[in-house]
C-alpha cells in the first residue's frame, strides 16, 4: 500500500481588519460596561465615572501597544501564551495560555448570562412569560445555553463565519450604545440645567477612583483577542496592529459618550429622586443603574428599557462569540505544542476549525454559566486578565531587549521602555481595586492557577515540544566535584568556542584570566545550523562543535573544574546570552575573527548583541592565538568602569616582566580627566607593584589615528579596549573610538566590558 502523503491542516486566513478590529469591539462592549456604570458612579460619583472610563482607556491603549508589537513580530494564534514562550519559557507560556483559556471562557459564560437576563426581564416585563411551568431562575440558565450553544456552532463553522456574524452583533451593537449616547447629549444640549448633574465632581474624593477603575476595566478587555487570530488573518503584522490600536480607541470615545449620557439622563428635581443627587439617585440601583438612567432619557421607560435591553443583547452575544473564539485558540495553542494533549490542536479538514479545542471550551462555558456564581468568578477572570496583561507589558520589554533585531516587526511602539513600565504600575494597583470589590476573584485565582502549576509539572514539562525560537541542549557534562575548591565562591568563566578550528589558540590566552580568578570554566558551543533545517536534523552539526570542545577541555580540565555545554538557537547571540543568565557568569570570553561586517553591525551579528546584552564582564580577543607572551601593553582610556577593568585585564594578560601603558588622547591642553590619578587608583585597587604600570598622554585631533599610531610607533605587543556605554541602538550613526580601533588595529587585541550597576542587573534578569 502506497504511503498516505503527508498533509498539514492549517487554519484559513479569512479575516479582513475590518472583521478583525469588530471582533475586538465586540468583546470589549460587552455587558460589563452596562453593569458597571451604576457601580462606578455609586463609587466614585459623575467625574468619577469620566474619569475611570479615560484613565482606564489610556491604560488600555498602553497594553494594547504591547500586544500590538508582539503580535506584529509573532503572528500566530495562541496571544500571550506565544508571547510568553518566547520571552520567559515554557512554564510561565503555559501558565499564560492556561489563565487566559479559563478567563475567556469564564467571560463566555458570564455574556452568556447576562443575554438570559436581560432578554427574559424583558420579556417579563411585558407580561409574556406567565406561562413557564418553571421558575425564572431556571429559564435563565436554559437561555444561557441555549444562547452559548448556538455561538459554539457558529465558531465550528469556521472564522469566515465566525468574523461575519461576530461583525453584525457588533455593528448592532455600536448602533444601539451610539444612539444611547447622541440622545444623552443631545439632551443636554437641550436642556443645559442637567449639566449640574456633574456636581459636585468628585463628591467621594479622588481615593474611590482607584475602586470605580478596578471594578470597571473589565469593559476595556478584548482587545487581546485580536492577538489570537494570528494565523486567520489577511495580512496579520499590519492589519492585527491597527485592529487592537483602532478598537481601543473607538471604546474609550464611545464609553466616555454613554457615560455623558448616563449622568445627563435624569433631570434635578425629578420626582422619583426623592431630594437624592441624580448621580446618588443612578448609583444606588448599581448593577442597573444605567437601565434606569436611560429609561429616565427616553420620552417614555418602555423605550429606554427596550433601548438598554437590545443594546445589552447584542453586546453580549458580541461579547460571547468573541470570548468563545479567544478561549478556543488559546487551547489550541497549548495542544499545538504539546502543553496539553496533542488532540487539541485537531482541525477539522472541512471547516478548518480547532473542533476538539472548541469542544473543551464549550463544556467550560456551558459548566460556569450553570452552576458557578458567575459574577465572582467572572471577576476572578477580570483579575487574570490583569495579570496576562502584565505578563504581556513584561513580554514586550524582554523580546524587544533581546531578540529585537531577530524579528520583522509590523509595528513597534513609541516611548519604549516607559509605556509597559507604566501599563505594569497600573494594573498592580487596579488589582487592589479589584481584591476591596471581590475576595472570591483572588481565592478563585489561587485555585485555578496553582492546579494549572501541577498540570504543568506532571504531564507538560516532559511533553512540550521545541519552538524555533527555544535554545536546546544537545550535551552538557558537569565538571567533577574537587573538594579542595570551594564552588560557591569560584568565579565562573565562560568561553564561547565559535570555531573549533581555533579554538585552543582561544582558551590558552584565557588561561591567565582564569588563574587569576581561579575560575570554574563553561565551555560553550553554539551549534550553528541553517534557518531552513528543521530541528528534528539540528544534531548532524554538532559533531565539529564536540571536536572542539574536547580539545580545550584537553588544556585546562587538568588546571580548572571545567562544564561543557552545546546548544542549538537559531540566533548565536541570543543563545550565548541565555546561558550566561543561565549558569550566573561572572565573565564571558569570546573571539572575534576581524572581519568588517555588512549592515548595521560595527564588529559583527553575533560579538555587538553580546557585548550589549550579556549581564557580566565580556573579554573578546582579537588575534591573540598561539602563545604570545605581551611584555608591552597599551590600554587607551577615558575614565569609567569600562577604562577600569581595561586596566584590570591588562595587568592579567601581560607577562609577570611587562609593563602596563595607561594612554589617554587630549584634543587641546587641559582637556580630557586626569590620567595620573585614574591610573594610580587602579594600580592600587588591583596591588601592581611600583614600575608596572605607567602613563602617557598626547594632544591630537584624531582620537583614533593617535591610538593607532602609539600602537605602532610603541611596538606593543597588545592593545586592550574598554568598550563603548552607548547602546547599539545609538550607534548606528557614528562608529565610537573602541570599535574603530578595534576594526583598523593590526595588532593583538583585546576588548572589555565591566559589569557594573543597575543596568547588568536588568540586564541579567531581562
Same mark, same amino acid.
Given at each position: 500500500m502506497a504511503d498516505e502523503p503527508n498533509v498539514h491542516a492549517e487554519l484559513s486566513r479569512d479575516l479582513s481588519l475590518f472583521h478583525v478590529t469588530m471582533m475586538g469591539l465586540g468583546m470589549m462592549i460587552g455587558a460589563g460596561v452596562f453593569i458597571g456604570i451604576g457601580n462606578s458612579m455609586y463609587v466614585a460619583g459623575p467625574g468619577g465615572l469620566l474619569l475611570t472610563f479615560a484613565l482606564n482607556g489610556l491604560i488600555a491603549l498602553f497594553t494594547a501597544m504591547s500586544f500590538a508589537e508582539?503580535?506584529?513580530?509573532?503572528?500566530?494564534?495562541?496571544? =500571550?501564551?506565544?508571547?510568553?514562550?518566547?520571552?520567559?519559557?515554557?512554564?510561565?507560556?503555559?501558565?499564560?495560555?492556561?489563565?487566559?483559556?479559563?478567563?475567556?471562557?469564564?467571560?463566555?459564560?458570564?455574556? @452568556?448570562?447576562?443575554?438570559?437576563?436581560?432578554?427574559?426581564?424583558?420579556? @417579563?416585563?411585558?407580561?409574556?412569560?406567565?406561562?413557564?411551568p418553571f421558575g425564572l431562575g431556571i429559564a435563565r440558565k436554559l437561555v444561557a445555553v441555549g444562547i452559548a450553544a448556538l455561538f459554539v456552532y457558529i465558531n465550528y463553522r469556521g472564522s469566515s463565519e465566525t468574523g461575519k456574524i461576530g461583525a453584525f452583533f457588533t455593528l448592532g451593537q455600536m448602533g444601539f450604545v451610539l444612539a444611547i449616547a447622541v440622545v444623552g447629549i443631545v439632551t443636554a444640549a437641550v436642556d443645559p440645567q442637567r449639566v449640574a448633574n456633574f456636581r459636585p465632581f468628585m463628591p467621594r474624593g479622588w481615593g474611590a477612583l482607584l475602586a470605580s477603575m478596578g471594578v470597571i476595566y473589565v469593559a476595556f478587555e478584548g482587545f487581546e483577542v485580536i492577538a489570537q487570530a494570528g494565523d486567520e488573518t489577511v495580512e496579520p503584522r499590519k492589519n492585527i496592529p491597527k485592529a487592537m490600536l483602532y478598537s481601543v480607541f473607538i471604546v474609550t470615545i464611545t464609553y466616555v459618550l454613554v457615560a455623558i449620557a448616563a449622568v445627563v439622563a435624569v433631570r434635578p428635581g425629578h420626582p422619583d429622586l426623592a431630594g437624592a443627587q441624580p448621580w446618588e439617585w443612578v448609583g444606588s440601583f448599581?448593577?442597573?443603574?444605567?437601565?434606569?438612567?436611560?429609561?429616565?432619557?427616553?420620552?417614555?421607560?418602555?423605550?429606554?428599557?427596550?433601548?438598554?435591553?437590545? =443594546?445589552?443583547?447584542?453586546?453580549?452575544?458580541? =461579547?460571547?462569540?468573541?470570548?468563545?473564539?479567544?478561549?478556543?485558540?488559546?487551547?489550541?495553542?497549548?495542544?499545538?505544542?504539546?502543553?496539553?494533549?496533542?488532540?487539541?490542536?485537531?482541525?477539522?479538514?472541512?471547516?478548518?476549525?480547532?473542533?476538539?479545542?472548541? $469542544?473543551?471550551?464549550?463544556?467550560?462555558?456551558?459548566?460556569?454559566?450553570?452552576?458557578?456564581?458567575?459574577?465572582?468568578?467572572? =471577576?476572578?477572570?477580570?483579575?487574570?486578565?490583569? @495579570?496576562?496583561?502584565?505578563?504581556?507589558?513584561?513580554?514586550?520589554?524582554?523580546?524587544?531587549?533581546?531578540?529585537?533585531?531577530?524579528?520583522?516587526?509590523?509595528?513597534?511602539?513609541?516611548l519604549f521602555p516607559l509605556l509597559p513600565i507604566v501599563a505594569i504600575v497600573c494594573q498592580i494597583a487596579l488589582a487592589g481595586g479589584i481584591l476591596q470589590e471581590s475576595p472570591v476573584a483572588w481565592i478563585v485565582a489561587a485555585v485555578w492557577v496553582p492546579a494549572g502549576i501541577v498540570i504543568y509539572l506532571v504531564y507538560s514539562r516532559t511533553r512540550a515540544v521545541a519552538t524555533e525560537e527555544e535554545?536546546?541542549?544537545?550535551?552538557?557534562?558537569?565538571?567533577?566535584?574537587?573538594?579542595?575548591?570551594?564552588?560557591?565562591?569560584?568565579?565562573?568563566?565562560?568561553?564561547?568556542?565559535?570555531?573549533?578550528?581555533?579554538?585552543?589558540?582561544?582558551?590558552?590566552?584565557?588561561?591567565?584570566?582564569?588563574?587569576?580568578?581561579?575560575?570554574?570554566?563553561?565551555?560553550?558551543?553554539?551549534?550553528?545550523?541553517?534557518?531552513?533545517?528543521?530541528?528534528?536534523?539540528?544534531?548532524?552539526?554538532?559533531?565539529?562543535?564536540?571536536?572542539?570542545?574536547?580539545?580545550?577541555?584537553?588544556?585546562?580540565?587538568?588546571?580548572?573544574?571545567?562544564?561543557?555545554?552545546?546548544?542549538?538557537?537559531?540566533?548565536?547571540?541570543?543563545?550565548?546570552?541565555?546561558?550566561?543568565?543561565?549558569?550566573?557568569?561572572?565573565?564571558?570570553?569570546?573571539?572575534?575573527?576581524?572581519?568588517?561586517?555588512?549592515?548595521?553591525?560595527?564588529?559583527?551579528?553575533?560579538?555587538?548583541?553580546?557585548?550589549?546584552?550579556?549581564?557580566?564582564?565580556?573579554?573578546?580577543?582579537? $588575534?591573540?592565538?598561539?602563545?604570545q607572551v605581551f611584555r608591552r601593553v597599551l590600554v587607551p582610556v577615558a575614565g569609567g568602569p569600562n577604562g577600569a577593568y581595561a586596566l584590570e585585564t591588562a595587568s592579567i594578560l601581560a607577562a609577570d616582566d611587562g609593563r602596563v601603558t595607561a594612554f589617554t588622547v587630549r584634543r587641546r591642553t587641559g582637556d580630557g580627566?586626569?590620567?595620573?590619578?585614574?591610573?594610580?587608583?587602579?594600580?592600587?585597587?588591583?596591588?601592581?607593584?611600583?614600575?608596572?604600570?605607567?602613563?602617557?598622554?598626547?594632544?591630537?585631533?584624531?582620537?583614533?589615528? @593617535?591610538i593607532l599610531e602609539e600602537a605602532e610607533q610603541g611596538d606593543y605587543d597588545l592593545v586592550v579596549l574598554g568598550c563603548t556605554e552607548q547602546p547599539l541602538l545609538r550607534q548606528l550613526a557614528q562608529t565610537t573610538v573602541p570599535e574603530a580601533v578595534a576594526r583598523r588595529c593590526d595588532r593583538p587585541l583585546v576588548m572589555a566590558k565591566a559589569a557594573t550597576g543597575i543596568r547588568s542587573w536588568l540586564r541579567r534578569w531581562i
Open positions: 508582539l503580535s506584529s513580530a509573532i503572528p500566530r494564534a495562541g496571544g =500571550a501564551y506565544n508571547f510568553a514562550r518566547i520571552a520567559f519559557g515554557r512554564g510561565p507560556s503555559f501558565l499564560a495560555g492556561w489563565v487566559e483559556w479559563f478567563a475567556s471562557s469564564v467571560a463566555g459564560a458570564l455574556y @452568556a448570562v447576562v443575554f438570559a437576563t436581560y432578554t427574559l426581564d424583558f420579556f @417579563a416585563q411585558l407580561g409574556l412569560l406567565e406561562w413557564l448599581r448593577d442597573t443603574g444605567f437601565g434606569r438612567a436611560v429609561a429616565r432619557l427616553m420620552p417614555t421607560p418602555f423605550v429606554g428599557y427596550l433601548l438598554v435591553s437590545m =443594546a445589552v443583547v447584542f453586546s453580549s452575544t458580541s =461579547a460571547l462569540n468573541a470570548t468563545i473564539y479567544s478561549a478556543t485558540r488559546a487551547s489550541y495553542a497549548l495542544g499545538r505544542d504539546r502543553m496539553l494533549p496533542g488532540a487539541f490542536s485537531k482541525i477539522s479538514h472541512k471547516r478548518r476549525t480547532p473542533y476538539v479545542a472548541l $469542544g473543551f471550551t464549550s463544556l467550560i462555558v456551558l459548566f460556569c454559566a450553570t452552576a458557578l456564581p458567575i459574577m465572582d468568578v467572572a =471577576a476572578s477572570a477580570s483579575m487574570m486578565f490583569l @495579570a496576562l496583561f502584565l505578563m504581556v507589558n513584561l513580554c514586550v520589554i524582554k523580546v524587544r531587549l533581546n531578540m529585537g533585531d531577530e524579528l520583522q516587526y509590523g509595528f513597534v511602539m513609541p535554545i536546546h541542549v544537545f550535551e552538557q557534562a558537569e565538571a567533577p566535584r574537587d573538594s579542595r575548591r570551594p564552588v560557591r565562591a569560584a568565579h565562573r568563566v565562560m568561553v564561547s568556542v565559535a570555531n573549533p578550528g581555533n579554538a585552543l589558540a582561544l582558551v590558552r590566552q584565557t588561561y591567565r584570566l582564569c588563574e587569576a580568578r581561579e575560575a570554574r570554566v563553561e565551555l560553550l558551543h553554539m551549534v550553528p545550523v541553517p534557518s531552513q533545517v528543521p530541528l528534528a536534523d539540528a544534531d548532524r552539526y554538532m559533531l565539529e562543535g564536540r571536536e572542539g570542545i574536547l580539545e580545550t577541555m584537553l588544556y585546562l580540565a587538568p588546571q580548572f573544574p571545567v562544564n561543557t555545554h552545546l546548544r542549538y538557537c537559531r540566533n548565536v547571540a541570543r543563545g550565548i546570552v541565555s546561558a550566561v543568565r543561565e549558569k550566573r557568569i561572572d565573565t564571558l570570553i569570546l573571539g572575534w575573527h576581524g572581519r568588517i561586517p555588512r549592515g548595521v553591525f560595527r564588529l559583527g551579528s553575533t560579538i555587538d548583541p553580546v557585548i550589549e546584552r550579556s549581564p557580566c564582564n565580556v573579554v573578546v580577543f582579537k $588575534g591573540c592565538g598561539g602563545d580627566f586626569d590620567l595620573d590619578a585614574f591610573a594610580a587608583e587602579q594600580a592600587k585597587r588591583l596591588k601592581l607593584p611600583a614600575g608596572r604600570m605607567e602613563t602617557k598622554a598626547v594632544e591630537a585631533r584624531r582620537v583614533v589615528d @593617535a
